[in-house]
């Protein structure tokens, strides 16, 4: 059982748009910022948002994140094929004392 | 451009201790700025983090996993190991090496190895 707590499965079709959740507690989320790294098959995870909301170079702008209170969320516009992925919020647990991540959320392109 | 290589072996017997090592390329272990991870995925299963070293050598361990591990660098030959005792069947998977930025106030995992699956078996 994940700290951070993210649906296992969200679907959307090629050009809408999808919102995957990250919810947390008051000593993760609530105190510290958080990344969201996307997983393709078979490949490692690659950092796509940081800090809450910012996007690395090279990332698209369909992607963008937000932070309220002890939730984020990750927030993909005009969804695209390769956009089918496994999506992880990560943070640092201060009263774990630990790096932890989020069970992860399957996105389909239908 | 960064790049980060996992080597080690395969196949590991129950009880035995697990050695890896992520031979980093085209920067430095010995930059500050940064710590440099383990991370593994059991088959079909999210993220697990393993722990941390830095490159003076202090290390961050994950608690249920720290009174198993070592993570240790060798910034002569640039780079970083992880050993990993008593494993069992639960502990396999594909182990991720990554270098973390830790200034403050971002911290994220901006590189990663290919990861390599550590399968446990008699």
């Known amino acids: 059982q994940s700290v951070l707590t993210q649906p296992p499965s969200a679907s959307g079709t090629p050009g809408q748009g999808v919102t995957i959740s990250c919810s947390g507690g008051?000593?993760?989320?609530?105190?510290?910022?958080v990344n969201w790294y996307q997983q393709l098959p078979g490949t490692a995870p690659k950092l796509i948002i940081f800090?809450?909301?910012q996007r690395p170079s090279g990332v698209p702008d369909r992607f963008s994140g937000s932070k309220s209170g002890t939730s984020v969320s990750l927030a993909i516009s005009g969804l695209q094929s390769e956009d089918e992925a496994d999506y992880y919020c990560?943070?640092?647990?201060?009263?774990?004392?630990?790096?932890?991540f989020g069970g992860g959320t399957k996105l389909t392109v239908l | 451009q960064l790049q980060l290589q996992e080597s080690g072996p395969g196949l590991v017997k129950p009880s035995e201790t697990l050695s890896l090592t992520c031979t980093v390329s085209?920067?430095?272990?010995?930059?500050?700025?940064?710590?440099w991870n383990w991370i593994r995925q059991p088959p079909g299963k999210g993220l697990e983090w393993i722990g941390a070293?830095?490159?003076?050598?202090?290390?961050d361990y994950a608690p249920s996993l720290k009174s198993r591990v070592t993570i240790s660098i060798d910034t002569s030959n640039n780079q970083f190991s992880l050993k990993m005792n008593s494993m069992t069947a639960a502990d396999t998977a594909v182990y991720f090496c990554?270098?973390?930025?830790?200034?403050?106030?971002?911290?994220?995992?901006?590189?990663w190895g290919q990861g390599t699956l550590v399968t446990v078996s008699s």
């Open positions: 070293t830095y490159y003076h050598g202090g290390t």
């Open positions: 085209g920067g430095s272990v010995s930059r500050s700025g940064y710590n």
């Open positions: 008051g000593s993760n989320i609530g105190i510290n910022t």
């Open positions: 800090a809450n909301n």
């Open positions: 990560a943070t640092w647990d201060a009263s774990l004392n630990d790096l932890v």
């Open positions: 990554a270098r973390r930025l830790v200034t403050q106030p971002n911290h994220y995992f901006d590189y």
